[in-house]
């Protein structure tokens, strides 16, 4: 049982619960109840916090605290269900550590939590877009690694941890060879997202270096900041429809992004394109939602729960070795995995 579960049921972000959990400031008594209440019906324990001294196997330590901030991102598990695997583990690790784990949003205004401001943090990790230039020169001041977070090529100092999105792209492409198709679609569900245009790049490149026909299909929204926003309905009606109506059409499609797969599978139904059968469809990310496909869709799993640990060890790593603090950023690259295989289409 972990905080994913508790903010799911209660509905509300891990960045919430956490301020429950802490009696900290900022949550309305309605949202306080939902999560105690939440709390209550799944037996859910916080972790004892470690009250005194610095872990003694981490005499680098200044503090014993590390803050996880979201940087203009919404981290509840309804909207962002595999960052917030990806969150949950890194808190666990750093709570196995002997850290005390701030868990925080920082919104439009900047505000940052208090124990950021007064320096009482020995490092950061972060999540989300790079903040404005005020915020981040007082964020510069700590060792920092950025998790999951390619949305754009800003942000310049701190290590960073990801999925390789490359090899996503590659494996997915490899599959669909391996399965026989010759003529596929990528669906383009991000416009500005560094990550997704790896993915897409890789997989463009591996298919049409087999000699295989790729129809490129945009239907990503303008507004990436909007939550929710990143996939423009009408455009993937529009977009189905005209593969639909191809003489030769493709006869499967990598959606590089699994919350948005059952969106895609409504446009195939309704413009008479069965999934699995007429044309195969392999997502990413292993959401959740995927279990509620039918058929299940061939699905890369990035990885989020090592991609969360392994953010803590890079921390740990700059923290136990300061003079590394002045090498160049590094970049940790999570390798995916394909964890199931679409139904063959007849």
Known sequence: MS???????????????SRVINDRPGVSNGAAERVRSAMKKLGYTPPAKRRGPVPKSRPSARTGNIALLMLGTD???????????????????VSELGFNLTLARVGGDGRLPPIVTRGDIDG?????????????????????????SRRTDGGDW??????????????????????????????????????????EIAFLDTMRGAGADCDLLDVAAR??????????????????????????????????RGRWTTLVYEALRQHG????????????????ILAGLTPAPATIDIQPDLIGMEAVSQLMRRLEEPASRSVSRMTVRVQPRLTADAASVT
């Open 75 to 93: 981290l509840a598990p309804m909207h962002a269900p595999v960052a917030a695997v990806a969150v949950d583990a890194a808190g666990s690790a």
């Open 223 to 256: 507004d990436e900041r909007e939550q929710g926003a990143k996939l423009d309905r009408q455009a993937l009606d529009h977009a189905i429809k005209d593969l639909a109506q191809q003489p030769s059409r493709a006869t499967a499609m990598f959606v590089p």
């Open 158 to 199: 701190g290590d960073r941890v990801g999925p390789d999105n490359e090899a996503v792209g590659r494996i997915a492409a490899e599959h669909l060879l391996g399965e026989g198709h010759a003529h596929v679609a990528y669906m383009r569900l991000e416009q500005t997202h560094r990550g997704f245009a790896e993915r």
């Open 273 to 288: 394109l069965e999934p699995g059968r007429d044309i195969a469809v392999i997502a990413c990310d292993n959401d959740p």
């Open 124 to 148: 950061l990790i972060l999540h989300g877009y790079p903040p404005a230039e005020s915020v981040a020169l007082r964020l510069r001041e700590f060792p920092t690694v950025w998790m999951m």
């Open 3 to 17: 905080i994913v579960e508790v903010a799911k049921l209660a509905g509300l972000s891990h960045a919430t619960v």
